[in-house]
């Protein structure tokens, strides 16, 4: 069976790190957010796919039990998943199942939960392997736009995916627009040049910046994983290779927009706090 790590009730999972920016203190909600919601064993479970990058969230407060499992992340008020559950949430985010011969007889919300030993197999090149790097595709990620339309709506969330086109390239398509009524306030603003972590700008045909939403990462270069079965440390981030996975970003619906903007620091699979740019623009619907 796959480990399933239980992270307690936790705070935001993911905050900017910006040179001179922090958190911001949105306060939890009832209902699942960007989520999906499911009462699966008679418990109510908010489902968030792995990607999932908006400024940060918190479990919200019915929900306290936080659960990473491969590919997704569950707030529960349950502090046990049911049996089955896993195979479930994946049916209904959409998820496949990577192995499906595996089961789930349920999961205890236990920090003392042991770490999983497994040695993780990865058949392609490794993030440091010099030319062969498997971040060779990503220094300019092309960009384009499937999304046909923006809503009426005051508000809107930008859903993005991203993978290795057929080139061998990175790719980040802007696929779908969906309406937002009430978001949190803007962040930054940010500047190229002064400032390191990742966000997003919304920008008018004269390329002034008209919003701005900080990430947390929008590819992730490293991964957490469990210290050795002989180690004494806690968990650590190692490198890894870009796999397919989305992006969420919320933000004001300016009929001034023209363009969002992504800014980071360069896409290498080295995680470091060197100073962001501009690597990738979309086309805006009207």
């Not at 061998?168 to 603003?189: F, H, K």
């Not at 004269?206 to 990430?215: A, E, K, N």
């Not at 004001?252 to 927009?257: L, M, T």
């Amino acid at each position: 069976m796959r480990a399933i790590r239980h992270l307690g009730m936790i705070g935001p999972i993911a905050c900017i790190v910006f040179g001179v920016a922090a958190c911001g203190d949105d306060s939890p909600s009832d209902d699942c957010g960007v989520g999906t919601g499911s009462d699966y064993g008679g418990a109510r479970h908010c489902l968030y796919r792995a990607g999932i990058t908006e400024e940060g969230f918190t479990c919200p407060a019915s929900l306290p039990n936080h659960f990473e499992l491969d590919g997704f992340e569950v707030c529960s008020e349950s502090m046990e998943l049911p049996a089955g559950a896993e195979e479930e949430f994946r049916e209904d985010l959409g998820l496949e199942d990577p192995d499906a011969s595996s089961g789930d007889a349920g999961v205890t919300a236990d920090s003392s939960m042991p770490p999983d030993s497994s040695t993780p197999t990865d058949s392609g090149p490794s993030p440091d392997s010099g030319s062969e790097s498997c971040w060779d595709g990503w220094a300019m990620p092309v960009s384009r736009t499937e999304a046909a339309a923006r809503p009426a709506s005051p508000n809107m969330r930008l859903g993005f995916r991203y993978a290795e086109d057929a080139m061998g390239r990175g790719e980040i398509v802007l696929e779908d627009i969906l309406e937002r009524t009430v978001i949190s306030p803007e962040d930054g603003p940010f500047m190229v040049g002064v400032h390191s972590g990742s966000w997003v700008e919304l920008r008018d045909a004269s390329d002034r910046t008209l919003f701005t939403r900080g990430i947390f990462e929008l590819i992730p270069e490293s991964l957490e994983v469990p210290p050795p079965p002989d180690g004494d440390g806690g968990f650590m981030r190692v490198p890894t290779c870009p796999d397919p996975g989305f992006i969420f970003v919320e933000v004001e619906n300016d009929p001034a927009a023209t363009h969002v903007v992504f800014f980071a620091e360069p896409l290498d699979g080295i995680t470091t706090s060197e100073l962001s740019r501009e690597i990738a623009r979309f086309t805006l619907p009207e």
